[in-house]
């Protein structure tokens, strides 16, 4: 085999080298294009939900602020996968370099994100938020964000303090509010859909267990939630590896074209 052949055949492996790249490059961005109009969808469908999650999230600074967070990081993704299918297909090195760079900010964001939660997650325990509604709830003042957010909740969940409707024992609330057991918002309402009024809400503010909610928020919402916090946390990593592999293909493309 002569010299010349085997460097041909050389460049020919290259080639099609870079050749397969390019088009793996192409489907890892598609699947981030699908990533970020899956973050979008859930951002929009938070903030037009008609079934009461979006009372919550506006009486909530945190979690509106969130909402956002996801918006733009959907439309941040949506972009991206766009530029990189584009980059990847006109084989442009201007492009490619600048996906590559956004996509990295944006891996070590989201990367820094996951660590913050793992650290704080102790913030997310019952005893805490037990704590949290004896100190804060006050139970009739609709200026606070707190107590707004908290009657939402147990109107939304239909469910009463944390664990039950003893945690208001001891409470502000029951300072504030001393002839009252538990809060309105813990009272019983009609079984019909979308029937709004009491059964009885003298009985239930007086601690009649047949007229309130007896079930704690917490595990109404952990129960209610359970399979969307496993399926997000599935797709953070599924998400987190899909953009590695994309940098690593731009990279690689990048460093091929001519």
């Given at each position: 085999?002569?010299?010349?052949?085997?460097?041909?055949?050389?460049?020919?492996?290259?080639?099609?080298?870079?050749?397969?790249?390019?088009?793996?490059?192409?489907?890892?961005?598609?699947?981030?294009?699908?990533?970020?109009?899956?973050?979008?969808?859930?951002?929009?469908?938070?903030?037009?939900?008609?079934?009461?999650?979006?009372?919550?999230?506006?009486?909530?600074?945190?979690?509106?602020?969130?909402?956002?967070?996801?918006?733009?990081?959907?439309?941040?993704?949506?972009?991206?996968?766009?530029?990189?299918?584009?980059?990847?297909?006109?084989?442009?090195?201007?492009?490619?370099?600048?996906?590559?760079?956004?996509?990295?900010?944006?891996?070590?964001?989201?990367?820094?994100?996951?660590?913050?939660?793992?650290?704080?997650?102790?913030?997310?325990?019952?005893?805490?938020?037990?704590?949290?509604?004896?100190?804060?709830?006050?139970?009739?003042?609709?200026?606070?964000?707190?107590?707004?957010?908290?009657?939402a909740i147990m109107n939304t969940f239909d469910c009463c303090g944390v664990n039950s409707p003893e945690d208001f024992e001891e409470s502000l609330f029951r300072l504030v509010n001393p002839n009252e057991k538990v809060p309105a918002?813990?009272?019983?309402?009609?079984?019909?859909?979308?029937?709004?009024?009491?059964?009885?809400?003298?009985?239930?503010?007086?601690?009649?267990?047949?007229?309130?909610?007896?079930?704690?928020?917490?595990?109404?919402?952990?129960d209610y939630f359970e399979l969307y916090i496993y399926v997000a946390g599935a797709l953070a990593i599924v998400v987190l590896t899909i953009e590695l592999f994309a940098m690593v293909f731009a990279m690689c493309l990048f460093r091929?074209?001519?």
């Amino acid at each position: 085999m002569g010299l010349g052949e085997a460097s041909a055949r050389g460049t020919a492996m290259d080639r099609d080298c870079l050749s397969c790249i390019k088009y793996l490059m192409f489907v890892f961005n598609f699947l981030i294009f699908l990533g970020g109009s899956f973050l979008l969808g859930v951002g929009v469908w938070v903030l037009v939900d008609p079934t009461g999650f979006k009372e919550i999230v506006a009486a909530n600074p945190l979690l509106f602020t969130g909402v956002y967070i996801i918006l733009a990081m959907g439309g941040m993704l949506f972009l991206l996968g766009f530029l990189g299918c584009c980059g990847a297909i006109r084989e442009n090195k201007c492009l490619l370099m600048f996906f590559f760079m956004l996509i990295l900010v944006i891996f070590l964001a989201e990367l820094a994100a996951a660590i913050l939660a793992f650290i704080f997650r102790e913030h997310l325990t019952r005893e805490y938020f037990t704590k949290e509604l004896k100190r804060h709830y006050q139970g009739y003042n609709n200026t606070d964000v707190f107590t707004g957010t908290w009657n939402a909740i147990m109107n939304t969940f239909d469910c009463c303090g944390v664990n039950s409707p003893e945690d208001f024992e001891e409470s502000l609330f029951r300072l504030v509010n001393p002839n009252e057991k538990v809060p309105a918002a813990c009272c019983r309402r009609g079984s019909h859909p979308g029937d709004s009024a009491y059964i009885s809400q003298e009985e239930c503010l007086m601690g009649n267990m047949l007229f309130r909610n007896n079930k704690g928020c917490y595990s109404a919402v952990v129960d209610y939630f359970e399979l969307y916090i496993y399926v997000a946390g599935a797709l953070a990593i599924v998400v987190l590896t899909i953009e590695l592999f994309a940098m690593v293909f731009a990279m690689c493309l990048f460093r091929g074209i001519q």
